[in-house]
């Protein structure tokens, strides 16, 4: 099983990225998935999440500002961020998770300068 994460980036306040999470080794279209981020000395939390039906949850910190999506034919989960502030910034991992099937990719690096 893989979960690899791209589209990470170093970029200015107010502006944009959108990571990509590739899967394979698992049946996509039957997972729900996840974004996570963990910055420096803090705990790993939930960005946002999509249901294998496509229904779509957010957290506090980035409602509003980011859309997650899912491209059931490219096993792809995407997650679109904009208006981008520093402390946005850290390292993005995502989730696959299908009961206690539960993978972890291998995050990318989120850097928002001021």
């Known amino acids: 099983v893989q979960l690899q994460a791209s589209g990470g980036g170093s970029v200015q306040a107010g502006g944009s990225l959108r990571l990509s999470c590739v899967t394979s080794?698992?049946?996509?279209?039957?997972?729900?998935f996840a974004w996570y981020r963990q910055a420096p000395g803090k705990q790993r939390e939930l960005v946002a999440e999509?249901?294998?039906?496509?229904?779509?949850n957010y957290a506090d910190s980035l409602k509003g500002r980011c859309t997650i999506s899912r491209d059931n034919a490219e096993n792809t989960v995407y997650l679109q961020m904009s208006s981008l502030k520093p402390e946005d910034t850290a390292v993005y991992y995502c989730k696959s998770a299908w009961f206690g099937n539960i993978y972890w990719g291998q995050g990318t690096q989120v850097t928002v300068s001021s």
């Open positions: 080794g698992i049946i996509f279209n039957i997972n729900n």
């Open positions: 999509i249901t294998r039906e496509g229904n779509a």
